[in-house]
């Protein structure tokens, strides 16, 4: 029998003792799973059957969303006794999602120290390291000895997050650097901490943008990073944090690629909010490219055979451009176009690889539509030779401008402090259709008329 | 062998032709000279020679050499000579010379190891490669594996050949077995089974199982050193093996338990210290913990690893413990996966950093281009099958684009969701994929009977009020415009989502099928809807 079947028939009979057996033996993720599976109206049994620990362990792996609506029918002392047991800066985000009078009423039945927690977690803006941290960490004294480090260890270790890194704070609670628990345990009891503690650790400000602090931790290989305001030690982020912002971020940047705004599943409502605002802009810029095509019209008409290779033209831009606009936004995604020498390092290696790429396909295209325009056997060689120009020359410049558009754009957004991944492949893609169809058709006028085709 | 007179020789000669000479001589021939000069001799030739050379010169010399050779050199040529030593070895030169000088080294090393260790790896690529050789002889090989345990496998092995091979092979002991393992990789043959021989025994045979494992495979970012425990012992011989194992390890927080050669649970660090004696650690261990097999891919290790916040996942070979994928090195793994899979979606092949240079940027992106541009032929061709009807009306190429584009982006964003649900293990059985392909088809119907609204009007709007040509009928061509969207973001939706589950049961990977590819594949669809559709009803 399936857990989730297990689960509901055991609630059906009101066997609190069982279920609480069962979500025992589970990992709190794997418990979510079910609980989302479970009706609404057997949620309130689940909850009962369940103690404030692993509810509050449970909660910590749904997302603030979902944890609310499992919450919405809980009375507000159960709400509140999960929410005290719960990491301070998980909590903080589940009671930003509460009304402001179910906030009220939750708030008085929280005792003051972890009001005080929360309070001062929910006060930082989403995009700053402090609405991440954690501040159940383990400190111990720079006077302390290994031995009164390692009392306070077996006192405090069980319900700390991660141990792997000790804090040495002075009598302020100002960091002064850290002991690794590897090297602790190594001590002999009567050595001093000042002794085997490393000063040059890494840290963050509580204020800093959670990217920075992201790359921080990434690049230091570190799993916990220590958060300070006026070098009082107020919090850590830990690596797990770390992986939820990245999975979350590269995923934003994911959709925004395909052209998707939002969560993706396949409801219908979600589909709606999410896909079809992209395709409206789309379809309205591309009846741009349609009425700038309406100007080119007669020399169309004449030139039948242009048709036929402009949407070779307007895809293969459309192409290398989406190509260059990704390495630009992993580029800014991974921080490494920060400094100014390195924008211009980077913009100087697109444009030359978007000339090469540019020249080599062009004289692809040049060999490929000639050859197929012999074999039709519509025009006469010379006009053939002349299209086929016509192709070669707006494929290279083609190529060679939407690469550079496509890496520049993300930079520009970037240094107006909008989110760079917002140039998306369709965007890019439509912009670069506009001037393509503006050169091909641009340089054919030009080339056709001056081999003497009439026009 | 060499006569004694050329040694003599040797110090009149200028100091690059000296080097050189040096560096052409084999292990051998160094040795002889080296025999034949006196003391002060071979102080002054160690004076006038590079870094690479007093290395090599200095290398086995008698103890009383070696001694006198520190005391007289400075301080930098000193740590170069010491850092090519054995702990041991090292240890026993600083406790014998002159202790002034002792302080004196250790001074100028504090003075280059104040900065964080990944600092210091960072400024590495900075340098010029003789500016390397001599920072490089600052440090012990134990310290410089701490620094290329920040920097990219490929970085680091470029590094290599500014080490004497011996140096060499003993960072390559010192760093992380997986590291290390990815460092090998990228080595030239040569070097490769150079560095493997000079290294310890178990450290080879670590390495070359680790080379075993396919670069997506769980096994290859596997640590294969951590403390296992015998389940049937108790917990105070636990703790002793914890104390002892400690500095061979990365972390001591999670210990891995077996009970007669199986893997049977972990246990937490926090619960072994404050269980009292007598206890068996079999009672406090955890056994519904999540485990991966060497074999399985790297997206499930990312996949666990960030669900159920695992810091030490267990690989297990059989039912047997292997080796360790710590949270770190998932971190740095799902930034490839994923930057990777954003790439493919853009239709570059694997990764791009400010290093990358334009020829790799091309060697990344051209194939990709050179494909797709035949495929655009493939449109080209089928666009001129319907050259009668684009002579007879003009008008309709102007609409082409936006029909092309739109079927184009609408078969990206099913390609991408369908690839995320693939990599996010939730198509795993036939009715789910069964199920999400009628899904889509359904959403491709319903985006394309929004947009089909959309589209009418504006081509209607578009040729009666704009461009006002009297022999084009309007009505019929914004019908046909209309309609083809419909029929075309239906087709690209199912498309852009068949075809990665396609290739998944195929065992490709979905990600190949790239935002270009499909949407090339969907122009070829679209404009024989369109062009069809028109003919019938022109």
């Given at each position: 029998?399936?857990?989730s079947e297990?689960l ?6 009101g ?5 609480k057996d069962?979500i025992?033996k ?6 979510t ?11 309130p049994?689940?909850?009962?059957a369940l103690n ?7 909660f910590?792996?749904?997302?603030e ?24 800066d ?11 009078e179910?906030r009220k ?8 120290d ?14 700053m390291?402090g609405a991440i941290?954690s ?5 111990i ?6 031995g009164d480090a390692m009392?306070k260890?077996v006192?405090e ?9 000790l804090?040495?704070v002075?009598?302020e609670?100002?960091?002064?650097g ?17 002794d085997?503690?490393?000063y ?6 509580d204020?800093?943008?959670?990217s ?8 230091y290989?570190l799993l ?5 305001k006026d070098?009082?030690?107020?919090g ?9 912002v ?10 925004k690629l395909?052209?998707?705004a939002?969560?993706?599943d396949s ?17 309205i810029?591309?009846?741009?490219v349609?009425?700038?095509?309406g ?6 008409g004449?030139?039948?055979?242009l048709v036929?290779?402009?949407s070779?033209?307007l895809?293969?831009?459309?192409n290398?451009?989406t ?14 176009l ?5 924008i211009?390092?980077?913009?100087g290696?697109e444009?030359?690889a978007?000339l090469?790429n540019g020249?080599?396909l062009g004289?692809?295209a040049?060999?490929l ?10 025009d ?5 030779a ?9 494929m290279?410049?083609?190529i060679f401008c ?6 520049v ?18 965007f890019i ?9 503006v050169i ?5 006028s030009?080339i056709?008329?001056?081999g003497g085709?009439?026009? | ?5 050329m040694n003599?020789?040797l110090l009149?000669?200028k ?5 050189k000479?040096l560096?052409?001589?084999k292990?051998n021939e160094i ?19 590079n870094?690479?050379?007093?290395i090599?010169?200095?290398q086995?010399l ?6 006198f050779?520190?005391?007289h050199l400075?301080?930098k040529?000193?740590?170069a000579i010491?850092n090519?030593?054995?702990e041991?070895?090292r240890?026993?030169?600083l406790?014998?010379i ?15 190891l ?11 690529e ?5 500016e ?5 002889a600052?440090?012990?090989?134990e ?5 290329f345990?920040?920097?990219e ?9 500014a080490l ?8 390559l002991?010192?760093?992380d ?5 990815d460092?090998?990789?990228?080595l ?10 000079l290294m310890?025994k ?10 075993n494992?396919?670069e997506?495979?769980?096994?290859s ?6 403390i296992a ?9 636990a703790?002793k ?15 891995f338990?077996v ?18 004696s ?6 406090i ?11 399985d891919r790297?997206?499930?290790?990312i ?15 059989k ?5 360790v994928?710590t ?8 930034n ?6 954003y790439n493919?979606l853009?239709?570059i092949?694997g990764?791009?950093?400010?290093q990358?240079t ?8 051209l194939?990709?281009l ?5 495929l655009?032929?493939?449109v ?9 009807v684009i002579?007879a009306?003009?008008?309709l190429v ?6 092309l ?6 078969g ?9 649900g693939?990599?996010?293990n939730?198509l795993n ?7 999400h392909?009628?899904k889509?088809?359904?959403n491709?119907?319903l985006?394309?009977m ?23 009928n ?10 083809s969207?419909?029929a075309s973001?239906t087709?690209?939706?199912l ?5 990665p ?26 404009i024989?809807i369109y ?8």
């Amino acid at each position: 029998m399936k857990a989730s079947e297990n689960l509901k028939l055991l609630i059906a009979k009101g066997n609190y003792a069982k279920i609480k057996d069962l979500i025992g033996k589970m990992h709190p993720y794997d418990a979510t799973i079910l609980l989302k599976e479970l009706d609404a109206g057997e949620i309130p049994v689940f909850m009962q059957a369940l103690n404030d620990d692993m509810l509050a362990n449970i909660f910590s792996y749904l997302d603030e969303e979902e944890a609310k609506i499992f919450l919405e029918k809980a009375n507000p002392s159960l709400i509140a006794k999960i929410i005290v047991k719960m990491e301070a800066d998980d909590a903080a985000d589940l009671v930003k999602k509460f009304s402001p009078e179910e906030r009220k009423k939750i708030a008085s039945l929280i005792d003051e120290d972890a009001k005080k927690d929360i309070k001062e977690l929910s006060q930082y803006d989403e995009s700053m390291t402090g609405a991440i941290m954690s501040n159940n960490f383990l400190t111990i004294g720079i006077a302390d000895t290994v031995g009164d480090a390692m009392k306070k260890l077996v006192r405090e270790a069980s319900d700390r997050e991660v141990i792997d890194t000790l804090f040495v704070v002075d009598g302020e609670s100002r960091l002064k650097g850290t002991v690794d628990l590897k090297k602790l345990i190594i001590a002999r009891k009567n050595e001093n901490i000042s002794d085997i503690c490393d000063y040059n650790y890494v840290y963050a400000g509580d204020t800093d943008a959670i990217s920075s602090s992201v790359n921080k931790l990434k690049e230091y290989n570190l799993l916990v990073l220590p958060i300070l305001k006026d070098k009082v030690l107020k919090g850590i982020v830990t690596i797990d944090d770390v992986i939820d912002v990245v999975d979350r971020e590269t995923s934003d940047d994911y959709d925004k690629l395909a052209g998707l705004a939002g969560k993706n599943d396949s409801a219908i409502k979600t589909v709606l909010k999410s896909r079809i605002p992209w395709l409206v802009i789309l379809l309205i810029l591309s009846f741009f490219v349609s009425s700038l095509l309406g100007a080119y019209q007669e020399i169309i008409g004449k030139v039948i055979p242009l048709v036929f290779f402009q949407s070779l033209i307007l895809d293969m831009g459309g192409n290398s451009g989406t190509q260059s606009l990704a390495s630009s936004v992993v580029g800014l995604a991974k921080n490494e176009l920060d400094k100014k020498s390195n924008i211009r390092h980077h913009l100087g290696k697109e444009a030359l690889a978007g000339l090469i790429n540019g020249v080599i396909l062009g004289i692809l295209a040049f060999l490929l539509t000639f050859v197929f325009m012999w074999i039709k056997k519509d025009d006469p060689l010379h006009k053939v030779a002349l299209i086929s120009t016509v192709i070669a020359i707006s494929m290279a410049f083609g190529i060679f401008c939407a690469d550079f558009i496509g890496s520049v754009i993300p930079i520009i957004l970037h240094k107006c402090k909008l989110d760079p991944a917002v140039a998306s492949g369709p965007f890019i893609t439509t912009l670069n259709d506009i001037l393509s169809v503006v050169i091909y058709y641009s340089l054919a006028s030009l080339i056709l008329s001056y081999g003497g085709v009439p026009l | 062998m060499m006569p004694v007179w050329m040694n003599k020789q040797l110090l009149k000669m200028k100091k690059e032709d000296l080097d050189k000479l040096l560096s052409s001589l084999k292990a051998n021939e160094i040795q002889s000279i080296v025999k034949n000069v006196s003391l002060s001799n071979l102080l002054a030739l160690a004076r006038m020679v590079n870094v690479a050379n007093k290395i090599r010169l200095t290398q086995n010399l008698s103890e009383t050499s070696v001694l006198f050779l520190l005391n007289h050199l400075d301080r930098k040529d000193d740590l170069a000579i010491i850092n090519e030593f054995s702990e041991e070895k090292r240890n026993y030169c600083l406790n014998k010379i002159d202790p002034k000088i002792v302080s004196e080294i250790k001074e100028l090393k504090a003075k280059h190891l104040k900065m964080h260790p990944k600092d210091i790896a960072f400024k590495l690529e900075d340098l010029r490669p003789e500016e390397r050789e001599e920072f490089f002889a600052l440090f012990t090989a134990e310290e410089l594996a701490e620094f290329f345990g920040y920097l990219e496998s490929s970085e680091v092995s470029g590094y290599m050949e500014a080490l004497s091979d011996k140096k060499a092979s003993d960072v390559l002991e010192n760093m992380d077995a997986d590291d290390a393992a990815d460092v090998i990789n990228e080595l030239e043959e040569k070097d490769k089974s150079l560095y493997l021989k000079l290294m310890s025994k178990e450290r080879k045979e670590e390495l070359e199982a680790l080379a075993n494992y396919a670069e997506d495979e769980a096994a290859s970012i596997m640590d294969p050193s951590f403390i296992a425990v015998d389940g049937d012992k108790d917990v105070k011989d636990a703790m002793k093996i914890l104390v002892k194992r400690a500095p061979d390890v990365a972390s001591i927080s999670t210990l891995f338990v077996v009970v007669g050669n199986k893997f049977y649970g972990v246990l937490d660090f926090r619960k072994l210290i404050v269980t009292k004696s007598p206890c068996l650690v079999k009672t406090i261990t955890d056994v519904h913990v999540k485990t991966v097999d060497v074999h399985d891919r790297i997206e499930k290790v990312i996949e666990i690893t960030d669900d159920y916040d695992i810091y030490a996942l267990p690989v297990l070979d059989k039912e047997k413990i292997v080796g360790v994928i710590t949270i770190d090195d998932v971190l740095a793994r799902m930034n490839t996966e994923r930057e990777e899979d954003y790439n493919q979606l853009a239709g570059i092949s694997g990764t791009t950093d400010m290093q990358t240079t334009a020829k790799e940027r091309i060697k990344n992106r051209l194939p990709w281009l050179v494909i797709l541009c035949f495929l655009d032929l493939l449109v080209c061709i089928v666009i001129a099958m319907f050259d009668n009807v684009i002579e007879a009306r003009i008008a309709l190429v102007l609409f082409a684009p936006a029909i092309l584009a739109l079927s184009g982006n609408v078969g990206t964003q099913s390609l991408a969701i369908c690839i995320r649900g693939i990599s996010a293990n939730e198509l795993n059985t036939k009715s789910k994929k069964a199920k999400h392909i009628v899904k889509e088809a359904r959403n491709g119907f319903l985006i394309g009977m929004i947009m089909a609204l959309i589209a009418f009007s504006l081509t209607f709007l578009y040729l009666r009020f704009v461009l006002k040509d009297a022999s084009t009928n309007d009505f019929k061509i914004a019908f046909i415009v209309a309609f083809s969207v419909l029929a075309s973001v239906t087709c690209s939706s199912l498309f852009g989502c068949v075809t990665p589950i396609v290739f998944d049961n195929l065992h490709i990977d979905p990600a190949a099928a790239s935002g270009p590819f499909i949407t090339t594949i969907n122009d070829v669809i679209s404009i024989v809807i369109y062009f069809s559709l028109a003919m019938l009803v022109l």
